[in-house]
């Protein structure tokens, strides 16, 4: 039995149905749709022409289907009632009310799973279709990597079957109810923004033992919009509380996620090409070095020497990153020397 869950938030006349549609038209279709309804301002989905055929289409299709409404307590919610009132169904298909699923996506997805009781999680290639761009080389599904947030799963190269094991799934998959409720669901303690909440669910369906698999077979593609959903929520502190969260999460289960040695360069393309003539020195002295730069460009020939995180992951994981400002830096220290030793003082190279 295969419960499909959709956690919504604000894009009843966008891309809900589309998404809804994409699994009506799965080659293999799941026995339940459950929608998430997290609108502030809900709407009776039985009621508009459009949710109305698509409601009874799932009908006709002998797909049973829930609308479950909230009160805004965000999506990590639905995710752990699709786990607590749904024991009849041993497999969950995550979709993001913006995704959109290739027609078998389900299909591989699940024939990867069964295949082995200790698969926990499958997901595929979760693309935006606007970005062609082949996969950067550091791109990554390591734990240790995940403040560089550049994900395997974002890039579609057609073609591209691989199929391999990884420590953490992002966005959409399809997982083991059963795994889920051995490491007790979902981290509740996450906020209504739910930042990071299905790295926590399959990293730590890893470290209990189960695998996480990328079918690159599996293509759902994911129409990113500017606003509406967690990006809607412009409250930061709730991003950096979430942050916390997940750094306990990875201390408890000794995950070195550490940045080692930070610099941040939120400043001019000169200045961080004057600090790219220090990074030997750098490197050669601190064992791990992570680069936060406004220009990240600057230091493509660097990037199997240091760790590249962006700047929105800079001030989520450091917080006021003020601190970081060269030149306030030589303000409060009356520096007059050149700024090239500035830095060397600063960072203490």
């Given at each position: 039995?295969?419960?499909?869950?959709?956690?919504?938030?604000?894009?009843?006349?966008?891309?809900?149905?589309?998404?809804?549609?994409?699994?009506?038209?799965?080659?293999?279709?799941?026995?339940?749709?459950?929608?998430?309804?997290?609108?502030?301002?809900?709407?009776?989905?039985?009621?508009?022409?459009?949710?109305?055929?698509?409601?009874?289409?799932?009908?006709?299709?002998?797909?049973?289907?829930?609308?479950?409404?909230?009160?805004?307590?965000?999506?990590?919610?639905?995710?752990?009632?699709?786990?607590?009132?749904?024991?009849?169904?041993?497999?969950?298909?995550?979709?993001?009310?913006?995704?959109?699923?290739?027609?078998?996506?389900?299909?591989?997805?699940?024939k990867t799973i069964i295949?082995?009781?200790?698969?926990?999680?499958?997901?595929?290639?979760?693309?935006?279709?606007?970005?062609?761009?082949?996969?950067?080389?550091?791109?990554?599904?390591?734990?240790?990597?995940?403040?560089?947030?550049?994900?395997?799963?974002?890039?579609?190269?057609?073609?591209?079957?691989?199929?391999?094991?990884?420590?953490?799934?992002?966005?959409?998959?399809?997982?083991?109810?059963?795994?889920?409720?051995?490491?007790?669901?979902?981290?509740?303690?996450?906020?209504?923004?739910?930042?990071?909440?299905?790295?926590?669910?399959?990293?730590?369906?890893?470290?209990?033992?189960?695998?996480?698999?990328?079918?690159?077979?599996?293509?759902?593609?994911?129409?990113?919009?500017?606003?509406?959903?967690?990006?809607?929520?412009?409250?930061?502190?709730?991003?950096?509380?979430?942050?916390?969260?997940?750094?306990?999460?990875?201390?408890?289960?000794?995950?070195?996620?550490?940045?080692?040695?930070?610099?941040?360069?939120?400043?001019?393309?000169?200045?961080?090409?004057?600090?790219?003539?220090?990074?030997?020195?750098?490197?050669?002295?601190?064992?791990?070095?992570?680069?936060?730069?406004?220009?990240?460009?600057?230091?493509?020939?660097?990037?199997?020497?240091?760790?590249?995180?962006?700047?929105?992951?800079?001030?989520?994981t450091l917080g006021d990153?003020?601190?970081?400002?060269?030149?306030?830096?030589?303000?409060?220290?009356?520096?007059?020397?050149?700024?090239?030793?500035?830095?060397?003082?600063?960072?203490?190279?």
């Amino acid at each position: 039995m295969i419960l499909c869950e959709i956690c919504t938030s604000g894009r009843y006349e966008s891309t809900l149905p589309l998404a809804i549609q994409s699994v009506a038209m799965q080659s293999m279709l799941p026995d339940k749709l459950l929608i998430y309804d997290d609108n502030e301002n809900k709407v009776n989905l039985t009621q508009p022409p459009l949710y109305y055929y698509l409601l009874n289409m799932l009908h006709r299709l002998d797909m049973q289907w829930e609308i479950l409404p909230s009160n805004k307590k965000g999506q990590i919610y639905g995710h752990q009632y699709a786990l607590d009132a749904h024991s009849d169904y041993e497999f969950i298909w995550r979709l993001d009310d913006d995704e959109i699923a290739m027609p078998n996506t389900l299909e591989i997805l699940y024939k990867t799973i069964i295949k082995n009781e200790k698969i926990g999680a499958v997901g595929g290639i979760v693309a935006q279709p606007n970005i062609t761009e082949k996969m950067p080389i550091d791109a990554s599904n390591k734990i240790e990597d995940i403040y560089k947030g550049i994900n395997e799963q974002w890039f579609y190269n057609k073609g591209d079957d691989e199929i391999k094991e990884v420590d953490h799934l992002y966005s959409s998959f399809l997982y083991r109810r059963s795994a889920a409720i051995e490491i007790g669901g979902y981290d509740m303690r996450l906020s209504k923004v739910g930042h990071r909440e299905e790295t926590i669910l399959t990293y730590g369906m890893k470290h209990a033992g189960y695998k996480n698999i990328l079918n690159k077979n599996a293509v759902t593609w994911h129409f990113r919009m500017p606003d509406g959903g967690i990006r809607g929520e412009k409250e930061k502190f709730l991003w950096q509380a979430d942050e916390r969260v997940f750094e306990l999460n990875m201390k408890d289960w000794e995950v070195d996620i550490s940045l080692g040695k930070v610099i941040v360069l939120e400043n001019g393309v000169g200045d961080h090409y004057m600090f790219k003539m220090l990074l030997p020195e750098l490197i050669e002295k601190y064992d791990k070095v992570t680069i936060a730069a406004s220009n990240p460009g600057v230091f493509w020939d660097y990037r199997d020497k240091v760790n590249m995180i962006g700047m929105d992951q800079a001030r989520l994981t450091l917080g006021d990153i003020e601190k970081f400002n060269i030149y306030k830096w030589c303000t409060e220290n009356k520096w007059k020397g050149h700024m090239l030793n500035a830095y060397r003082r600063m960072y203490q190279i």
